[in-house]
C-alpha cells in the first residue's frame, strides 16, 4: 500500500485539488480487493458502531466505524495516505493564515488527536440501498481536524448500483455555491477537503466552506470506504 501511495502523481493531485477541491485517482484499489472490503460490512466485529443514517436525519442507508485495532489493509492505506497529504495540507493553511501544521508521520498526529480526548478510529464503510442518500455534510468529529480525506467506491455503477454520485459543494463568500459531481469507477478513490481550502480571488487568497454528500441511489446496492485522518471524541 506504501508503494502504491508513493507512486501516484502527488503533483497532479495537488493541481486538482487546488483548482477543483478535489482529485480522482482511477483504479486504486482491484477488482478483488473492492469485493473483499465490501464483504467485511457483514462482519461486525471489525467495526465499533453501527449509525442508521435516517435516525440521525443525515440522509438514508447506513455506515459502520472500524474498531482498532484497524484490518491492515486500511491501517496501511491510512499511513500511507497521511504523509503526502499532510503536505498538501500544510500548504494550505499557510496560504489561509492557519497556525495549525501537521507532523509528516500519521503516528505523531494521532498522539495529538488522542492526547485531546479524540481516540475513536473514524475509517468507515458505507452501504446504500435504492433510495438512499446522504446528505451535505463535514467529517469533523473533534478540535484536532486534517483538512483532506479519501473515499474509495466499492461497488461498480451500471452493474451493482445506478445513481447514487458523490457530490462536493463549496460556498464562496458573496457568491452562489458551486457543486461538483465526482465521476468514480469501482476501485477509483477520491480526495477532497474536510472543511474548507483555499481559492486565490482578485484580492488574495480566501476561505472556501466544502460539503461532500452522495445523491439518490436509484437502484442496487452501493459500498464505499471512507479514509478520515483524524480520529474522533
Known amino acids: 500500500m506504501a508503494e502504491r501511495c508513493a507512486a501516484l502523481d502527488w503533483d497532479g493531485i495537488g493541481a486538482d485539488l487546488d483548482a477543483w477541491g478535489c482529485a480522482v485517482v482511477p483504479g486504486f484499489f482491484s477488482v478483488e480487493e473492492c469485493t473483499r472490503l465490501a464483504a467485511a460490512y457483514a462482519k461486525p466485529e471489525l467495526f465499533r458502531s453501527r449509525v442508521v443514517m435516517e435516525g440521525h436525519g443525515f440522509g ?70 435504492a433510495g438512499d442518500y446522504n446528505c451535505l455534510h463535514q467529517d469533523l468529529y473533534g478540535e484536532h481536524v ?23 459543494t463549496e460556498q464562496r463568500p458573496r457568491m452562489q455555491s458551486r457543486a461538483e459531481v465526482v465521476p468514480l469507477g469501482q476501485g477509483g478513490m477520491v480526495i477532497f477537503p474536510v472543511h474548507h481550502r483555499p481559492v486565490n480571488g482578485t484580492r488574495g ?18 459500498h464505499t470506504l471512507g479514509i478520515i485522518l483524524h480520529d474522533g471524541d
Open 60 to 129: 438514508k442507508g447506513e455506515y459502520q466505524y472500524f474498531a482498532y485495532p484497524l484490518p491492515a489493509p486500511i491501517a496501511r492505506l491510512r499511513a500511507a495516505l497521511y504523509a503526502p497529504l499532510a503536505r498538501i495540507a500544510n500548504r494550505w493553511h499557510d496560504a489561509m493564515g492557519l497556525d495549525v501544521r501537521f507532523p509528516l508521520a500519521h503516528a505523531d498526529f494521532l498522539t495529538r488527536c488522542h492526547a485531546a480526548g479524540q481516540l475513536r478510529p473514524t475509517p468507515l464503510l458505507l452501504q446504500y440501498q
Open 146 to 168: 486534517f483538512p483532506l480525506q479519501a473515499a474509495v467506491l466499492l461497488s461498480a455503477p451500471g452493474t451493482d448500483f445506478a445513481g447514487g454520485e458523490f457530490v462536493l
Open 205 to 222: 487568497v480566501y476561505r472556501v466552506n466544502m460539503r461532500h454528500g452522495v445523491s439518490r441511489l436509484r437502484a442496487g446496492a452501493r
